[in-house]
C-alpha cells in the first residue's frame, strides 16, 4: 500500500441514524478518501456511521487510523482492522491525536460527540492553533438548524461573518472533499480506482 497523499480526520456518529441515507453517506466518503489516495482518520469505532466510513475505506483499498480510548475497547467498541489502531488514556489524546494526523477535517452527521469534536477543531482554528480547512457535510438538510443558529449568534453579535467562513458546507461529499484537500495545499486528489 502507497503512502497516503492527504488524511482527512472524519467526525460521526457511532449510530447509524434511522435512515438508510446517512450510511450510505458514510461509505461514499470513505470510497472517496481510497480511491484518491487519502486516508481516514476516526475515532475508531466499529459502530454506526464511524464503522460504516472506515470499512468502505478499507474495502477500497485505503489506509484507516483509528484511535480510540482504552475504556472504548474494553467496551469491544473498536474497529481492531484498522490499518493502524492507537488505544489512548482518554478523550482528549485522542482528540488531539486526531488533530494531529489530520490535513482536514470533515464532520458527518451525528450526535452529541461529533457536534463536540467540530465545535472544538473549529475553535482552535479561530484562535490561531491550526490552519486546517474545515467542512460540515450538511447532506439532506441535516446541519440547517445549526448553520441557522450560527447565522443566528452572528446577528446577535456572539460571532463574526470571518468565524463562519471558516467553515465550508456542502451538501454533497464529492464536492466537499475535494474542496477540503485543495484547501489544505495538497495536490488535486488523483482518482485510483481506474489506475
Known amino acids: 500500500m502507497s503512502r497516503p497523499s492527504f488524511s482527512v480526520c472524519v467526525y ?7 435512515d438508510e441515507q446517512y450510511t450510505r453517506l458514510a461509505e461514499v466518503v470513505g470510497q472517496w478518501i481510497a480511491q484518491h489516495g487519502g486516508q481516514l482518520v476516526y475515532g475508531g469505532g466499529s459502530g454506526g456511521l464511524m464503522g460504516a466510513v472506515a470499512a468502505a475505506t478499507l474495502a ?20 481492531n482492522d484498522c490499518t493502524e489502531l492507537h488505544v489512548v488514556e482518554n478523550m482528549h489524546d485522542r482528540k488531539r491525536m486526531m488533530a494531529e494526523r489530520a490535513d482536514c477535517f470533515l464532520a458527518l452527521p451525528g450526535g452529541i460527540g461529533t457536534l463536540e469534536e467540530f465545535f472544538e477543531v473549529w475553535t482552535w482554528r479561530q484562535l490561531g ?38 467553515i465550508r458546507s456542502e451538501a454533497d461529499p464529492l464536492v466537499l472533499l475535494p474542496a477540503l484537500v485543495q484547501a489544505a495545499g495538497l495536490s488535486d486528489p488523483v482518482d485510483t480506482s481506474e489506475i
Open 12 to 18: 460521526c456518529g457511532s449510530r447509524a441514524g434511522h
Open 60 to 79: 477500497t483499498g485505503g489506509r484507516v487510523v483509528g484511535i480510540i480510548p482504552k475504556a472504548l475497547v474494553e467496551k469491544e467498541w473498536a474497529k
Open 129 to 166: 492553533y491550526h490552519d486546517k480547512p474545515i467542512g460540515l457535510l450538511n447532506a439532506g438538510g441535516f446541519y440547517d438548524g445549526l448553520l441557522g443558529f450560527m447565522r443566528h449568534c452572528t446577528t446577535q453579535g456572539f460571532m463574526g461573518e470571518w468565524q463562519s467562513d471558516l
